[in-house]
């Protein structure tokens, strides 16, 4: 199999792996001690969790806390429920986390519009009286970078918190330093399914939303997992070292696959966007088609979270796509263990099945 959808989540690194293992022991080894123990054991177990908040903190802005959750969603849930606010404000190109969540909260909220590049105008007038601005900071569709900075700067200004899902960019780009509030999760940066992290400005109070033992100073109860948290902060401590070879090795594969598929029509900005996400468009092609004759290749249509829904990418809508158009567009996605040849085989598998819909195909030629 020809992995290429790293935007729905990303291997597990194997040191990752291995930091996890010990605290995955059985009968015969002290690491399956539950972290809020007082005894010799459980103090252990708690010592690699804040270890590990120390290496996921190390991915954020200084001057907030980390508060591990069970993964993005339910960091941006705390966020947008916890902080109370009653008018939002948010990006028409959120991930169904954020634009659900927000509705649930807010069913006015108010959606900032975006270009046909997939950006959100960072100078656009903000609405009235909004008490929480939520931009992500990386498309998980298109791969549009936005201007969470200036956004951030001028949704404080005028008293609204800001919240950045950071899924897509943590331990790839550098993080919103102007964020209030920031989600990531561990899938996405090569660590383990089950675990993300809400980080918090200091001077920010939120609620909780999961009532219990008092767990994550109050604010998530629950046994946390050491095995997971230990995945999550060697992976944040791996993305922290290797953030630029890994960043000059996806340009590498963004150049090689753009012109394999010169001719394919890009969506969303060539410029502000991280170079691991590749949507593009073919007129006339048969995604679902496309989908099941490329067996070997894993690529997607669009969010993972959203697949089998049959309804339009609200995205490519957003970006001015009529709901035809949205329906021949494929979303390549790669990253650090994505291996040149294992691109060009699967791009060669995509371009081929293309072409045997009868579809009128652009030029393209095989990467060098």
Known sequence: MIYLDYQA?????????????PWLAGPD???????HSPHRAGRAAAAVVEVARQQVAALLPAGGRVIFTSGATEALNLAIFG??????????????AVLDTARAADPGVALLPVDPQG???AQAPLPAGADLVAVMQVNNEIGTIQPVADLARRARAQGALFLCDAVQGAGKIAPPQDADLIAISAHKLYGP????ALWVRDGIELKSLIHGGGQEGGLRS????????AGFGAAAALCARLGESDAAHVDRLWTRARAALAGWTLNGSDTARWHGNLN???????????????????????????????RPSH???????????TKTAIRLGFGRYTREEDLDEGVAAIIAAARSQGVALPWSESPS
């Open 9 to 21: 989540t990303t291997p597990l690194a194997p040191e990752a792996r291995e930091a996890m293992m």
């Open 29 to 35: 080894a002290p690491g399956f001690a539950n972290p």
């Open 83 to 96: 902080s109370g606010a009653r008018r939002l404000a948010v990006s028409a190109i959120e991930h169904a």
């Open 119 to 121: 950006l959100v105008d």
């Open 193 to 196: 399914k089950g675990i993300g």
């Open 222 to 229: 629950g046994t946390l997992s050491p095995a997971l948290c």
């Open 280 to 310: 593009l468009r073919l007129a006339g092609l048969d995604v679902a088609r496309l989908l099941s004759e490329c067996r070997n290749v894993a690529f997607s249509a669009g969010s993972a979270c959203a697949s089998g829904s049959g």
């Open 315 to 325: 995205v490519l809508r957003a970006i001015g796509l009529s709901d035809r158009d």
